[in-house]
């Protein structure tokens, strides 16, 4: 499929008009858009059509502006990075950018593959929000895919753990999203990315009925408490790094794995999770 993404990233990288996917007179095709490539190997197993687009940002880390369209939004994304995860130059580019060209082809159908944790779930309001802003969203029927909606998965069990079977019942219990879902979505794209945590939590708390996005409260309610800071200047993370530390936990294996065990709801890699760890190097509370 050829990508309109082979341009600097500081220019504007989506097609200029009033939409690109909702000439009904040209769409004829299905996409399906996984969050990281740990999906693609059991997605790859289905017997179910469609083109992929692997969504590989990290949306809950690291600088957002409100305006996901903008060339800026990229860049500041593809800089940051590139200087904390020491990515190649052109990496970003391949396999992100170029990857979203895909969005640039106009689908019928556009089925969102994404998990319960905070990671997944603010990339999955970024998504929306492009979705949203360059869709007439009356023309593609975009469904949204999750573990919680089949009781027999454990909902704390990655997308890249299952079966192409079990992707596939999956997909037969996936949910369309209507256009008060996509509002609610931007809604809460607007109050993350600006940082208003109190905004934030005064909607969590009024907001009483989440349709189709039952994982985005408790997902943002764990942003919330990670932002919060302790007596001693740490945040929430970074206690429970430390606590997992001083308990016994020596080796950043150790570490991961104490903390994925009972923190899965941030939903973080180890790249991400070093992160953190960093900070409390650098404050001189570990050894690594």
């Not at 500081?10 to 740990?38: E, S, T």
């Not at 970024?126 to 023309?139: N, Y």
């Not at 454990?154 to 997308?159: E, I, S, T, Y």
């Not at 993350?192 to 309610?221: H, I, R, S």
Request: glycine share 8%.
């Amino acid at each position: 499929m050829q990508s309109e993404f082979k341009i600097k990233i500081d220019k504007f990288p989506f097609r200029d008009g009033p939409g690109f996917i909702y000439n009904l007179a040209f769409m004829n095709a299905i996409l399906h858009i996984l969050n990281g490539d740990a999906a693609l190997d059991g997605f790859d197993q289905t017997g179910l059509d469609g083109d992929v687009m692997v969504w590989r940002e990290v949306f809950s880390e690291g600088p957002l502006q409100e305006n996901i369209l903008s060339g800026s939004f990229w860049t500041a994304r593809r800089d940051w990075i590139e200087r904390t995860f020491d990515a190649p130059a052109d990496e970003y580019q391949h396999k992100v950018i170029d990857e979203l060209g895909k969005l640039n082809s106009r689908y019928t159908e556009i089925n969102l593959w994404f998990e319960f944790d905070l990671h997944c779930q603010v990339n999955l309001l970024g998504v929306l929000e492009m979705l949203s802003l360059k869709t007439d969203m009356s023309a593609p029927a975009i469904y949204l895919i999750c573990l919680a909606d089949c009781v027999q998965f454990d909902n704390k069990k990655g997308l890249g753990e299952l079966t192409g079977e079990q992707f596939e019942e999956l997909y037969d219990a996936r949910e369309r999203l209507n256009e008060w879902e996509l509002g609610l979505a931007a809604d809460a794209w607007r109050l993350y990315v600006n940082n208003d945590l109190a905004g934030l939590e005064k909607w969590l708390n009024e907001n009483t009925f989440w349709g189709g996005l039952p994982l985005l409260k408790p997902a943002l309610q764990a942003h919330l408490k990670r932002m919060q800071t302790n007596a001693d200047g740490l945040s929430y993370i970074e206690q429970k790094l430390l606590d997992i530390y001083n308990g016994g936990a020596t080796t950043k294996t150790a570490i991961y794995h104490a903390f994925w065990k009972n923190e899965s709801i941030f939903g973080m890699g180890d790249s991400e999770i070093d992160i953190y760890l960093n900070k409390l190097k650098e404050k001189g509370l570990i050894e690594l």
